[in-house]
């Protein structure tokens, strides 16, 4: 069987949450974004594919290029939705398994990765998450909804090709936005083995989201952390 895992990783995106410029290459610990995700991801997979704002290959390869090998690195461009982007990545490789990691998650660990790997090969499809810690009500009515029955949703997923490419056809034919791949799965009816994640996995999206990565990354070493 062929096992060629290609890593995919979405780094596309304007950013405008945090509101200084494309967010995989606003710097952490003087670091891009993307150079963590790279660093973490670099052991794993045969291929690794970077989606990137139209015009950022050349700036792209030059921030990153002191932290990281790109050797291995192949950039394509991305799309106007996140969703669109994860579609040109799927069309730049044919590996029958893929791992998807956003930009904005700097913080990946090797013990994630490895779950996750492992479990995709049983269901064909995973996800890490994250339990949640709030108490949660609906905007609607207030009312107290059950956190016990809830996770949020990170990345790294992990796909057997074929069927992530199905699902996102499928979301296509019904005009389906998804904000991440699992979701457009679990649409085709598909089952998701769900990798306990952690908080160390949260997305950078607004400036005190930046602040908070600062503090982690003063504590972390950079590269596959286990
Ligand atoms: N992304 C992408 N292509 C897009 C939109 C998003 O590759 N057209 C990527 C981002 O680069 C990021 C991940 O998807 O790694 C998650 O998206 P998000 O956190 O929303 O990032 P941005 O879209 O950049 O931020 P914002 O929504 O605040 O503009
Ligand atoms: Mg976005």
Redesign the pocket.
């Known amino acids: 069987m062929d096992n060629t895992v290609a890593v995919l990783i979405?780094?596309?995106?304007?950013?405008?949450?945090?509101g200084q410029g494309?967010?995989?290459f606003v710097p952490v610990a003087g670091r891009p974004l993307l150079a963590w995700s790279l660093a973490a991801l670099d052991r794993f997979g045969e291929e690794l594919v970077v989606?990137l704002p139209q015009g950022w290959q050349v700036r792209a390869q030059a921030l990153c290029e002191p932290w990281v090998d790109l050797r291995r690195v192949r950039w394509v461009e991305?799309?106007?939705?996140?969703q669109?982007?994860v579609q040109r990545l799927l069309a730049a490789s044919a590996a029958p398994w893929v791992l998807i990691h956003?930009?904005?998650r700097p913080f990946l660990d090797e013990a994630t990765i490895r779950a996750l790997l492992g479990a995709v090969q049983r269901t064909s499809a995973a996800s890490a998450y994250q339990p949640l810690v709030d108490t949660l009500v609906r905007v609607d009515d207030g009312a107290p909804v059950d956190r016990a029955g809830l996770r949020a949703v990170q990345t790294p997923q992990a796909f057997e090709r074929r069927l992530l490419l199905r699902a996102h056809a499928e979301g296509e034919r019904r005009g389906y936005r998804a904000t991440d791949d699992a979701g457009l799965v679990w649409c085709l009816g598909h089952p998701i083995e769900w990798v306990l994640g952690g908080s160390h996995l949260f997305?950078v999206?607004t400036p005190a989201d930046l602040s908070l990565a600062e503090a982690v990354a003063a504590n972390r070493r950079f590269g596959a952390a286990t």
Request: proline share 8%; charged share 30%; no cysteine.
């Open positions: 979405p780094a596309a995106g304007m950013g405008e949450r945090l494309p967010k995989a989606a991305g799309g106007e939705t996140r669109a982007t956003d930009a904005a997305k999206t």
